[in-house]
């Protein structure tokens, strides 16, 4: 049974920088999880993606408001990934979700197997 646990939410200033880690566990290699993903959820919005990594290769994607300000990364040894999260913003506000492993589709538009239980970022 895969298990995705987030951490390292919590309060940020306007303009600051944050970062998250998802951790995996009981995946016996990165081919049990092809890609993995950060998604969010703002109050009253729609869970939207915001950076996916593929733990092969490494390709990325990312969505409009992160390009430039967050980077995805992934590292094997350890089971984790990561998001860097730099010139925040009010809007930053979120749950954020890790996922892993793209059932189909591909970046962005996965619909991925396993999710995290998400952890809060508010940014004032």
């Known amino acids: 049974q895969v298990q995705l646990v987030e951490s390292g939410g919590g309060s940020v200033q306007i303009g600051g920088s944050h970062t998250l880690s998802c951790t995996v566990s009981?995946?016996?290699?990165?081919?049990?999880?092809?890609?993995v993903g950060w998604f969010r959820r703002a109050p009253g919005k729609e869970r939207e993606g915001v950076a996916t990594?593929?733990?092969?290769?490494?390709?990325?994607y990312y969505s409009d408001s992160a390009k430039g300000r967050f980077t995805i990364s992934h590292d094997s040894a350890d089971n984790a990934a990561y998001l860097w999260m730099n010139n925040l913003e009010p809007d930053d506000t979120a749950m954020y979700y890790c996922?892993?492993?793209?059932?189909?589709?591909?970046?962005?538009?996965?619909?991925?197997?396993?999710w995290g239980q998400g952890t809060q970022v508010t940014v004032s």
């Open positions: 990594i593929q733990t092969r290769g490494g390709t990325t």
């Open positions: 009981g995946a016996t290699s990165a081919l049990t999880y092809s890609t």
């Open positions: 996922a892993a492993h793209c059932l189909r589709g591909w970046g962005l538009t996965c619909d991925f197997r396993y």
